[in-house]
């Protein structure tokens, strides 16, 4: 039994070391195939190793600290990096606020005055702005794939900024953010570049826009302004300022394909107008006083859109003068009597304006004295009785497109003479 015993423990002990050397030869074995060996010729490596250090190769880097401040970002904030060997971009860590301040500092009216700075948002509005000649500084975007979209030579001296497309989502006022932002320098009118399909079908037609308050208003008008061919729109002080982004939203692109002169006042405005231009106001004259156009009232209401604000402005013997005393200055409040006539008669023949008034406030009393200054006219769009006026974006579309018709008929009856 003993015997017995002992045979079957030497069994046992031989067999698990026969496995033990086949599993070291195949590990072995294994090993050997993991490391092949390869035979590399001299000019061969060196081939290699060029390609490699050309791969990894970076462009140089700038003065990060600059490039930073110009954000109000730390240089510890973000990492520099050149993707597609042609941009050099900035990555902004997540929850960075300093960068979400940039961009709500560059929204207020303020900023944009001070720093002469604007926003735009969206790749068509950077695009028409970068074509028109304006000075892209700093763009923040989402995906790299973005900036394949513009002319590389358009974001060379740019500060290129990429950040996490929820802190655009917050940024931004779009329901559907597009992840493109982009700061540039407030753009001047006698510096930019217009479309050349834009200017090859500009008109004798001016727009003057006089208290438009509403940006959605005023955005329409100016994409009115465009479409219509005007030469040019001119917003007199008390008008929304024309680069708030919700008037850029509603222009689409109109900002950059005719001048906008802003802020300006009255005793300017004709420096803007070309030499023979008659003034015509966009005028809803109630269809009671149609039977008495020349007679002259001292009651601003019964002018329509006419401002009845005596703050503003009226007139004596001796020239302008402003009081807030209203009691006091009723008797003196004059207001030119000018001809009323319904906007599709005859009136566009020559070098024109429109003026077109805002809702709330209507016209002032300065659009009536240039328009009896210049022989114009007031213009009224009949609308059903009850309906006190129309939206004044929708008057404006109605008389420059009616303008420019007139306009338009006037060249080709001039140019059947000549031939």
Aim: charged residues 25%; glycine residues 8%; aromatic residues 6%.
């Amino acid at each position: 039994m003993a015997a017995l015993c002992g045979g079957m423990l030497r069994g046992c002990i031989l067999k698990p070391l026969g496995l033990s050397g086949s599993l070291q030869l195949k590990r072995n074995v294994r090993a050997l195939r993991r490391t092949p060996v390869r035979v590399i010729q001299a000019d061969e490596e060196g081939r290699e190793r060029k390609q490699v250090e050309a791969s990894r190769q970076r462009q140089p880097r700038q003065n990060e600290s600059q490039a930073c401040k110009a954000v109000g970002v730390s240089p510890a904030t973000v990492d520099i990096e050149a993707p597609a060997h042609e941009f050099r971009y900035e990555r902004a860590l997540p929850g960075d606020k300093r960068l979400s301040k940039v961009v709500t500092i560059a929204k207020s009216k303020k900023f944009r005055d001070r720093h002469g700075q604007v926003l735009l948002e969206g790749q068509r509005l950077l695009t028409d702005a970068l074509d028109s000649g304006a000075v892209l500084q700093t763009l923040f975007f989402s995906r790299v794939d973005y900036l394949k979209e513009f002319p590389p030579d358009k974001l060379r001296k740019t500060n290129l900024i990429k950040v996490n497309f929820e802190n655009i989502k917050i940024w931004s006022d779009l329901v559907t953010p597009q992840g493109l932002m982009g700061i540039f320098a407030k753009p001047d009118h006698v510096k930019m570049t217009y479309p050349d399909t834009q200017t090859k079908h500009t008109l004798p037609l001016s727009l003057i826009c006089d208290n438009i308050r509403d940006p959605g208003n005023l955005g329409t008008i100016l994409r009115c302004a465009a479409g219509a061919g005007c030469s040019k729109v001119l917003l007199t002080k008390g008008c929304v300022d024309a680069w708030e982004p919700k008037v850029l939203r509603a222009g689409m692109g109109a900002h950059f394909r005719l001048p906008i002169i802003t802020s300006l006042d009255w005793d300017i405005v004709p420096n803007y107008l070309p030499a023979g231009t008659k003034v015509f106001l966009a005028d809803n004259f109630r269809p009671d006083n149609q039977n008495k156009p020349a007679e002259v009232s001292e009651k601003a209401s019964d002018y329509g859109w006419v401002a009845t604000d005596p703050k503003r402005i009226f007139i004596t013997e001796d020239g302008y003068e402003s009081s807030s005393d209203e009691e006091d200055n009723t008797d003196k409040l004059y207001i030119p009597g000018l001809e009323v006539q319904s906007y599709f008669e005859r009136w566009a023949q020559g070098p024109c304006a429109v003026v077109i008034g805002g809702e709330t406030h209507g016209l002032s009393i300065e659009s009536l004295l240039l328009a009896e200054k210049s022989n114009g006219k007031r213009l009224n769009i009949p609308v059903v009785p009850g309906i006190d006026s129309l939206n004044s974006a929708m008057a404006a579309s109605i008389l420059l497109f009616e303008g420019k018709r007139q306009i338009e008929n006037t060249m080709k009856r001039k140019s059947c003479v000549t031939e």
